[in-house]
């Protein structure tokens, strides 16, 4: 009976000792990665926008719930952060328009379709197809690719009702 306390005394100063290391790697960790992210997204933005580099996250309302984060381009427009179900796996891409509802930018950050056929969403092509149209005008979908293609106009639809509210 005594080895079985001493064991579970032992056991648990052990698990005090991991969770506490763990917690103070992790606040170390946090504000590094955090930094990270801000800056990958940064990148992005200003790729869409060139020539800004005043970006703030706005807060937002989507009904949708395709939009994941939007970010206002200081004087130029926004750019929606948009999520959506492809035809296998989900689309993750940047939408970027400007003040007067013109799509000026599109970057595809992830996507894991058919190759050939709906990873095409992520190819030149495509993505300049869209860029330059308003965002309520008739946008074209890729012959064979139509339910990723359709998914990335169900985001920018998405992200032009969020621009609605923000207006």
Avoid: C
């Amino acid at each position: 009976m005594k080895k079985i306390i001493h064991l579970t005394v032992f056991l648990a100063l052990v698990s005090a000792l991991a969770g506490g290391i763990l917690g103070y790697v992790n606040a170390l960790t946090s504000p590094i990665i955090e930094e990270q992210k801000i800056a990958a997204v940064k990148a992005s933005l200003q790729a869409i926008f060139t020539g800004t580099n005043d970006f703030k996250e706005i807060s937002f309302e989507d009904a949708s719930g395709d939009v994941i984060n939007a970010y206002e381009a200081v004087g130029a427009g926004y750019a929606f952060n948009v999520e959506v179900q492809g035809y296998k796996d989900v689309i993750r891409f940047i939408v970027g328009i400007d003040n007067s509802g013109k799509i000026v930018g599109l970057e595809v950050n992830y996507v894991n379709d058919t190759p050939g056929l709906g990873s095409k969403v992520a190819e030149p092509e495509f993505i300049n197809s869209i860029v330059g149209k308003q965002v309520d005008a008739s946008l074209d979908v890729i012959s064979g690719a139509t339910i990723s293609s359709n998914a990335v106009m169900k985001g920018i639809d998405s992200a032009a009702a969020v621009l609605g509210t923000l207006k």
